[in-house]
């Protein structure tokens, strides 16, 4: 993480995790309420989720992260704050889930090759500068005939 763009994202997304209470993140209701319409359109897409390995790349709070492992996922979380990894994970454990969680810039994941079968990299493009070295490495982590949303 030595760009200085990297860094400027961890700090902001460091100060953000620590001010929010757990309560008041609303997983399913980000997936499954009447206003979730993006969301409930890739879950349709995604389709059953149980036994998956998913990457949820820039993972934010974790709502991602913790509602596939709610659907019975293998879920790797990631993302370039460290406060946002200890959000996502506790907020995984809030609701009775495990999620593994790895701070790293999505250009610079070392994850193993082959591994997932969908890669989620919602809202997290317009926060990378190099688009190509992001899309190599969330492409060698996939499963062939693995998916990205």
């Not at 493009?125 to 005939?145: C, F, N, S």
Request: hydrophobic share 40%; proline share 3%; charged share 20%.
């Amino acid at each position: 993480m030595n760009q200085p763009q990297h860094q400027k994202e961890s700090a902001f997304h460091d100060n953000w995790a620590e001010s929010v209470n757990l309560k008041d993140i609303l997983v399913r209701e980000a997936f499954e309420s009447p206003t979730a319409l993006e969301n409930r359109f890739i879950c349709k897409l995604i389709g059953d989720l149980r036994g998956k390995r998913i990457l949820d790349v820039g993972c934010g709070l974790g709502e991602s992260s913790v509602y596939f492992a709610l659907q019975g996922a293998e879920v790797t979380a990631s993302d370039i704050s460290p406060g946002m990894i200890e959000v996502a994970t506790n907020l995984a454990r809030f609701h009775g889930v495990m999620i593994h969680g790895i701070v790293a810039a999505g250009e610079e994941l070392n994850l193993s090759e082959n591994y997932f079968d969908i890669v989620y990299v919602a809202n997290t493009m317009h926060h990378v500068a190099d688009k190509e070295k992001l899309l190599g490495q969330l492409q060698r982590t996939l499963k062939p005939g693995g998916r990205f949303f």
